[in-house]
């Protein structure tokens, strides 16, 4: 496992995504929501990485962005050593086929007017991969491996539960045999105990395929059965990147801190919970200094003022955070 | 273009063909509002109508001043004759025949043969000025959704002066300068009446681009043709539907408020033109302007059920 | 059992659609006691909204009704009482908090006007009197520079803001009983942490009777006294909530915690119920949860079972204990 | 920000309004020039009988009304009259078009006033209560005339309403009587069947919009919130659903006062012989009168875009979402 996990399957560089804000009579530029704003970390092959933020964080942007779903602004994407960010129509075609998307909706990341088998088959089609009869099979075997019946190709979406869905959309992600799997929120919109048959299904295949995924959440307890390594994101950047089990044990962030506090459970009762003032302030906006001081509970006086960079301070933990200079 | 054309058409039928399974599961959603299905049969028979019925009735255009404003089977009318000889005017019932069994007009034409030949212009007009207006506003519509940038703020800016200008007097404007033809009549209701069209499948092409399944097809490398052609067309074609459903009354109406106006194409029968003659003989002979009146307000009104009924079926969040 | 302020029992209530009558909620059983928080649990569909609703009678009608039932409040039966009655009970007794703060605010009223309406509908105070309370209320409930928020427009509040100014709707004319509807669920983590925290400071300080409806059980574990577990329209266990956690004895409740990805623990696989949840116009026969469970005997798939008291206070409605 | 953002958009949009007008007016202007038949025709046809040189005559009257000129001449001579508030003079009618539409518009305005109030007032009115009681059987009569109202050619229900109340019942007259005095009980009285044929179009489409407004606001969630505070339906209704239904009918009924005024209006005036706008233009397309085509084109123009502007500005007003987007 640790040999296989020292290939790096994606590397990313100083990752941005501003959105241009205007206003006024002749939609002069105000600023920039910076989305993302200087994202720098890696996935290994076969590795699960988890990136837990709350809303507006620019998580999601984040997974966008990596297939080119959303162009970047500046940074570079390294897939097996080539940039992403200069490849052409007809590179980025082929590179799409390598990294695939698993919607937080299942609802609308299927099409209604198309059967589920079209949709599952889309891709091959899309890549002119096999010809008609094999590509019927290879539906059928992708169904039969999330969990569907091969003779269900021909219902329409509609005809689905919300957790059936999800299968499909994992299917159709499967069926070009990607490497990399980005899953954006892949449960938070089913019902509990529909969450673990998938989340079930999402560990067999990743073992079965050998497949690495990035896992984004909002919502830690999800991110600690599934995930290797986990990233903490607030505000467009990662404030701290650590091995799941090290920063499960020992969070250095204080933000870290109060979201593993915030996660309801049987034992805590609540009991020593770290409670964070305010709300997640606006992107287009952000506070000086480092973003979270508005609301650290443990801020000092250099937080409002100078920005704290990423840095390593046990081994593979990073965290940016002025209480460890 | 035509080409393209062409393609697009093969496309859709294509995937129509397909989805077999989806039409049936609208249609049993439509099945369920009975107003819309009571729409649909009189369109039916309208079209059977326009399509066989002229070979049962006589000729619409035989004038035969013998047997003029005779009344209809339903309606005895009295007549006022004035007698040369004696000076006098005498009062006489006069009964419909079963020959004229909707009456006959001031130049002895038959009713019923009038009104069937009546409906085949009146759906043509319907259908042809509805298809071009469609046409040009999907296409306008889709475009300006998809290439976004200055070409939608073109579009759009020409589709507001459009929209804003006086529609009836631009329609009486074309159709006094280019000469008082069914075609030109067609043809300018169409050209100027794509503006709602482009409106509504710009805004829902815009708001299915971002819809998870097309940013899905996307990530699996799917080149922009393929994402109009396989998900964003057939994902509009009901609201494509609904809306030509929609616009061929208003169109049915609008021509006939152009003959009624006294711009109508006087060579076709069409009920407009049936209406604005039996405007002038009101008095004497009401139902040459009552009966196809009521044959123009049953066909809207049909179109207007089924349309209500489509757009219910077609609606993903409407529980019928 | 005299220490309870609502009752409700064998409550029914049914939507009749064009497609079929849904039994949303058919025969629910329990009772709410002084001071304390009750769960009801369960996933989507289960019936615990409409639950929450027929106490007031403020689900939409038609298509629903109330077909058998009744709800004890006060001497009276809130289902048979007439709405006069009724709309003097709303948001003076009982009062509801709903789940999507963004929508249940109404976007057109600033949050002055729609806080202050309640309280002068229900004491007699003057537009004065009533701000200053709203103010109070809003401070209460933790929104900083409380004055300025209530000539806000519900947009230009944050959604964690918009539950705050909900509940504090909901305290205005301090009500006997608040019944919330998964008030957690559209927040962010750290915004829940805080919004559970308000929940349990009302406990202490008010010591107002709850209702809160959820489907975290993480969440009942951590606020709850005791818990309605509901599956399928009819509430299938009912117990204090550390019976609930610790002791569950129907297969639902058991599955239901231990495929709950906890916190604290790591590794492995979780465990899961198979199936999904049932379509709600054709419930199974028998006992609702039998082709799911992993327990199933031939008996769940032809009777439904009946209420089996475990100890005093622990019922269950499983074949498995009669 | 509130009221510097509301004059920048108002800006925006009179700068918007003046561009369109110019593009309609330049439309009109090409198509009705590029007609070969002249104003002058019409003279010629009496001056024939004097035995006067027609080519002469002919030539004399459009060097009088500037019609040798190159048509971009007379397009700038148009425009630059336009500038100075001149809507020039009237072929046909041998007198200012300013004078002619003075005289004019009140008939027009007045028939489109009373049909919209009648309309509104009552349309709203049954939308709400059919709304309120859906599924009962009144609403389903209700909703049927509503389709019977808006399927019904507007042309045709005046010439029934004459047919019925003037030829066989005698109550009203068959034409509009322009002796009447404006504020007289005779002249509303002569506007009865008018103010019929025109609203009841927009009756029954108000009644559609309404209801389905109110029903769409209904279901949302605040109207539970304001049950549960134990409000009376009455206040549910009439304040918080009806204001949120409201706002899009605003915009319906602005966009209907701009767009019927050539739609039925125009109709209604032929039908009743009402002399307002609708036939003065009618008349002077005939007679290729262009200045007053050309003028009351403008106009109504100018009154949609007004409408338009109103309706906008009363929704920024009434729903406070788009006030500070």
């Known amino acids: 496992m640790k040999n296989e996990l020292n290939h790096k399957l994606i590397q990313i560089k100083n990752l941005k995504k501003y959105y241009p804000v205007t206003a006024g009579l002749f939609s002069r530029h105000i600023g920039d929501i910076k989305a993302v704003d200087g994202v720098t970390f890696d996935i290994s092959e076969r590795e699960i990485i988890g990136l837990v933020g709350e809303s507006g964080c620019g998580k999601s942007t984040l997974g966008k962005t990596i297939p080119r779903l959303e162009e970047p602004t500046s940074g570079e994407i390294l897939y097996r050593g080539t940039d992403i960010t200069k490849l052409d129509k007809k590179g980025l075609r082929e590179l799409r086929g390598e990294i695939q998307i698993i919607f937080q909706d299942p609802d609308a990341s299927l099409d209604p007017r198309m059967t589920v088998g079209d949709s599952i088959c889309e891709p091959l089609v899309i890549h002119n991969i096999d010809n008609e009869k094999k590509r019927m099979d290879r539906v059928a075997e992708l169904m039969e491996q999330v969990g569907l019946e091969a003779r269900q190709a021909d219902l329409y979406p509609h005809e689905f539960s919300g957790g059936q869905k999800q299968r499909i959309g994992i299917a159709r992600a499967l069926a070009l045999n990607p490497k990399l799997i980005i899953a954006d929120e892949p449960v938070s919109a089913l019902d509990v105990s529909i969450q673990a048959q998938i989340l079930n299904l999402m560990m067999d295949i990743q073992e079965k395929f050998g497949l690495a995924y990035l896992l984004i959440a909002h919502d830690l307890s999800v991110i600690r059965h599934m995930a290797h390594r986990v990233a903490i994101m607030y505000l467009g950047k990662i404030v701290e990147l650590a091995n799941k089990q090290e920063l499960f044990e020992n969070p250095l962030h204080p933000y870290t801190e109060a979201l593993l506090s915030a996660v309801p459970s049987f034992k805590s009762k609540g009991k020593g919970r770290i409670l964070l003032r305010g709300d997640v302030p606006s992107p287009l906006n952000p506070p000086s200094g480092c973003h979270f001081h508005p609301r650290c509970h443990r801020v000092l006086h250099i937080c409002s003022k100078e920005e704290p960079l990423l840095t390593e301070m046990a081994q593979d933990h990073f965290v940016a955070c002025h209480l460890y200079r | 273009m035509i080409k393209r054309l062409q393609d697009i058409i093969k496309k859709i039928s294509q995937h129509l063909r397909l989805n077999t399974r989806l039409i049936n599961y609208y249609w049993q959603r439509t099945r369920r509002n009975k107003l819309a299905v009571a729409g649909l049969a009189f369109i039916i028979f309208l079209v059977a109508l326009g399509i066989i019925g002229p070979l049962f009735t006589l000729d619409p255009t035989e004038v035969n001043f013998e047997e003029r404003d005779m009344p209809p089977v339903y309606l005895p009318s009295e007549q006022f004759t004035y007698d040369i000889q004696t000076g006098q005017y005498t009062t006489k019932e006069i009964r419909g025949t079963w020959k004229h069994a909707l009456g006959t007009d001031s130049k002895g034409r038959d009713m019923l043969a009038m009104l069937v030949s009546g409906a085949r212009i009146s759906l043509l007009v319907g259908l042809i000025a509805t298809g071009i207006a469609i046409i040009l506003g999907t296409i306008i519509g889709v475009l300006s959704a998809y290439l976004g940038g200055w070409a939608d703020n073109a579009l759009m800016r020409f589709t507001d002066v459009m929209m804003t200008f006086p529609f009836f007097l631009l329609l009486v404007l074309i159709v006094f300068i280019f000469g008082r033809s069914l075609a030109i009549i067609v043809l300018a209701i169409g050209l100027t009446g794509w503006t709602g069209a482009a409106r509504l499948l710009r805004s829902e092409s815009l708001s299915l681009r971002t819809r998870e399944f097309i940013v899905a097809t996307k990530a699996l490398g799917a080149s922009d043709n393929r994402v109009i052609f396989r998900h964003l067309i057939p994902n509009v074609i009901s609201l494509i539907i609904v809306i030509a459903t929609l616009s061929i009354p208003s169109v049915i109406l609008a021509e006939a408020a152009l003959s009624f106006i006294g711009l109508g194409d006087t060579t076709k029968t069409s009920w407009g033109i049936i209406l604005e003659s039996g405007q002038n003989t009101l008095e004497t002979s009401p139902w040459v302007a009552v009966e196809p009146g009521i044959m123009i307000f049953l066909t809207v009104l049909a179109f207007n059920f089924l349309g209500d009924g489509l757009r219910d079926a077609f609606d993903p969040k409407s529980n019928i | 059992m005299n220490n309870a302020v609502l009752k409700v029992s064998n409550l029914k209530t049914y939507f009749f659609t064009g497609r079929g009558t849904v039994k949303a909620v058919d025969g629910v059983d329990f009772e709410l006691r002084r001071g304390e928080c009750l769960c009801l649990v369960g996933e989507s569909g289960c019936g615990k909204t409409v639950t929450a609703l027929s106490i007031l009678r403020l689900f939409d009608s038609p298509p629903g009704k109330i077909v058998d039932g009744r709800v004890s409040y006060d001497g009276l039966d809130l289902v048979k009482c007439p709405s006069k009655r009724l709309r003097q009970i709303r948001g003076k007794d009982i009062a509801m908090v709903f789940q999507e703060a963004q929508s249940a605010l109404n976007p057109v009223f600033t949050i002055g006007d729609q806080i202050t309406e309640q309280i002068k509908l229900h004491i007699p105070v003057g537009y004065a009197r009533a701000k200053d309370r709203a103010i109070t209320l809003l401070s209460e409930v933790g929104i900083p520079s409380a004055e300025s928020v209530m000539s806000y427009n519900p947009h230009q509040l944050s959604g964690g803001m918009k539950q705050r100014v909900l509940i504090a709707m909901g305290l205005s004319c301090d009500p006997k009983i608040l019944i919330a509807d998964e008030p957690t669920t559209a927040v962010d983590v750290t915004i829940k942490a805080q919004i559970l925290d308000i929940f349990r400071e009302l406990k202490t300080s008010r010591q107002m009777s709850t209702i809160f409806i959820t489907h975290d059980l993480a969440v009942v574990a951590e606020i709850g006294d005791r818990a309605v577990v509901m599956y399928g329209g009819k509430d299938v266990e009912t117990a204090p909530v550390s019976e609930i956690i610790g002791n569950a004895k129907h297969p639902y409740t058991s599955g239901l915690i231990a495929c709950l990805p906890d916190i604290a623990k790591s590794t492995g696989r979780l465990t899961s119920i198979p199936g999904a949840t049932p379509n709600p116009l054709e419930m199974p026969q028998g006992c609702a949860f039998h082709p799911r469970c992993p327990k199933a005997m031939e008996v769940c798939s032809q009777q439904e079972p009946t209420e089996t008291t475990i100890s005093k206070e622990h019922k269950v409605n499983c074949h498995l204990y009669t | ?325």
């Open chain 4, 1 to 325: 920000m509130g009221k510097s953002w509301l004059r920048n958009y108002v800006i925006k949009r009179l700068i918007y309004s003046v561009i369109i007008a110019w593009g309609i007016l330049t439309i009109t202007f090409i198509l009705i020039r590029v007609n070969p038949s002249s104003p002058a025709d019409e003279y010629l046809a009496n001056l024939a009988a004097t035995g006067q040189d027609p080519v002469q005559v002919k030539a004399a009257i459009e060097a009088r009304y500037g019609l040798d000129k190159p048509i971009y001449e007379q397009y700038i001579d148009y425009m630059g009259n336009l500038l100075q508030g001149n809507l020039g003079w009237s072929f046909s009618t041998s007198m200012p078009v300013t004078e002619l539409i003075k005289k004019h518009w009140i008939y027009s305005f007045q028939l489109i006033l009373l049909s919209s109030l009648f309309a509104a007032f009552l349309g709203i009115l049954i939308g709400i209560y059919s709304a309120v009681k859906q599924y009962t059987k009144t609403d389903y009569a209700f909703t049927f005339f509503s389709f019977i109202g808006i399927s019904i050619p507007n042309f045709w229900l005046g010439v029934m309403l004459i047919l019925v109340f003037s030829v066989q019942l005698g109550i009203f007259k068959t034409y509009y009587d322009t002796t009447l005095s404006l504020f007289s009980i005779d002249n509303l009285k002569a506007l009865v069947l008018p103010v019929m044929t025109l609203g009841t179009g927009m009756l029954a489409g108000y009644v559609r919009y309404t209801r389905s407004n109110m029903l769409d606001n209904l279901r949302k969630t605040f109207v539970t919130t304001a049950r549960a505070k134990g409000l009376p339906e009455r206040t549910v209704i009439g304040k918080h659903v009806f204001r949120n239904a409201m706002l899009p009918l605003i915009t319906i009924i602005m966009f209907d006062l701009g767009s019927i005024v050539f739609g039925g209006a125009y109709i209604t005036e032929i039908v009743f012989n009402i002399p307002g706008l609708g036939q003065i233009s009618f008349n002077a397309i005939f007679a290729n009168d262009y200045p007053v085509v050309m003028a009351v084109t403008l106009i109504v123009t100018f009154m949609v875009l007004l409408v338009n502007l109103i309706s906008d500005i009363t929704y920024t007003y009434l729903d406070p979402r788009i006030r500070y987007d």
